[in-house]
């Protein structure tokens, strides 16, 4: 099942990693690093992906693969730690929801043999790179797998966003934001506020605002080699906000960036392909943050 051109199905460097925050998942973080010894996995390390020795370590080509044990808050920290190594990630599931992780908590016993077997296949997504400029200088940059948001802030008025396609105008926004997606992300916050869903496979940006007020309400689909600019007119606050990250404080006139990146996300997938469809009526028909089902 392994697929040519990935990487070899032997991964002798691996790290465990969990949120610091979640003593179970460090726990049961530790129970895997132990059962991949025992299976006979040469270099095995448990720690908190906070941890700045495994980010050393990551960014110096020392490992092979990363298995991330909470919810997708913690994915996307595994992979913004590991794309750039081209380092896939395994997600084992502690959170609520799912939408990137592949192995349930319980289940992940059963699925290791596989795993040293070369028994998977790697799916690869398109991420984004998102830079924040003010007067011709780049403030930040930051690579992204879901989106980039650009909102007001705690005041309740919206702001006005010129979104710009390839320096071409596309239109100006009255609204409480707009995001630039991914094929991933359009099952995240793009899906909340009434985009589309993209199969994680495609390699496009999806833009949609948040709230337009007598402006245009319908999402666009951009291909893979679009360069998208949101330029931000506001009296008050707005902010800039990756991948559910903290937000970064947005000046009138700031310009926020946003064009695919050189980085590609990797997961490791024992599911056949058609995975995604499975999960998104499962996660559609009951959401498990609401302690409800239907």
């Known amino acids: 099942m392994h697929m040519p051109g990935q990487p070899d199905s032997t991964f002798s460097r691996i790290a465990v990693v969990y949120p610091p925050q979640m003593p179970e998942a460090a726990a049961e973080g530790k129970h895997v690093a132990q059962a991949l010894r025992d299976m006979g996995a040469s270099r095995v390390t448990a720690a908190p992906i906070s941890n700045n020795d495994l980010r050393i370590e990551m960014q110096s080509g020392?490992?092979?693969?990363?298995?991330?044990?909470?919810?997708?808050?913690?994915?996307?920290?595994?992979?913004?730690?590991?794309?750039?190594?081209?380092?896939?990630?395994l997600g084992i599931n502690f959170g609520h929801f799912g939408f990137l992780i592949e192995v349930q908590r319980e289940t992940w016993r059963q699925r290791l043999p596989d795993l040293l077997a070369g028994r998977f296949w790697v799916?690869?997504?398109?991420?984004?790179?998102?830079?924040?400029?003010?007067?011709?200088?780049?403030?930040?940059?930051?690579?992204?797998?879901?989106?980039?948001?650009?909102?007001?802030?705690?005041?309740?008025?919206?702001?006005?966003?010129?979104?710009?396609?390839?320096?071409?105008?596309?239109?100006?926004?009255?609204?409480?934001?707009?995001?630039?997606?991914?094929?991933?992300?359009?099952?995240?916050?793009?899906?909340?506020?009434?985009?589309?869903?993209?199969?994680?496979?495609?390699?496009?940006?999806l833009i949609v605002a948040i709230a337009p007020h007598l402006s245009v309400?319908?999402?666009?689909?951009?291909?893979?080699?679009?360069?998208?600019?949101?330029?931000?007119?506001?009296?008050?606050?707005?902010?800039?906000?990756?991948?559910?990250?903290?937000?970064?404080?947005?000046?009138?006139?700031?310009?926020?960036?946003?064009?695919?990146?050189?980085?590609?996300?990797?997961?490791?997938?024992?599911?056949?392909?058609?995975?995604f469809y499975r999960n998104l009526t499962r996660y559609m028909q009951q959401n498990p943050s609401t302690g409800e089902s239907r």
């Open 123 to 205: 799916e690869e997504r398109m991420m984004l790179t998102s830079e924040h400029w003010r007067g011709g200088q780049r403030l930040g940059s930051y690579q992204t797998l879901n989106e980039a948001v650009v909102a007001r802030g705690q005041i309740v008025r919206p702001i006005v966003v010129t979104a710009h396609i390839d320096g071409f105008e596309l239109t100006r926004y009255v609204a409480d934001g707009l995001l630039v997606a991914t094929a991933t992300g359009s099952t995240a916050y793009a899906l909340a506020v009434g985009g589309p869903v993209m199969p994680p496979e495609l390699r496009n940006m």
């Open 62 to 89: 020392g490992l092979d693969l990363l298995i991330a044990l909470g919810g997708d808050g913690t994915m996307l920290r595994a992979v913004h730690l590991s794309a750039p190594q081209g380092v896939p990630v």
């Open 217 to 275: 309400d319908r999402a666009v689909i951009l291909p893979e080699g679009a360069r998208v600019s949101l330029s931000v007119q506001t009296t008050h606050q707005a902010v800039l906000s990756v991948d559910g990250h903290p937000p970064v404080h947005l000046e009138n006139s700031d310009e926020v960036r946003v064009a695919a990146s050189d980085h590609t996300a990797r997961f490791i997938r024992f599911e056949d392909r058609g995975y």
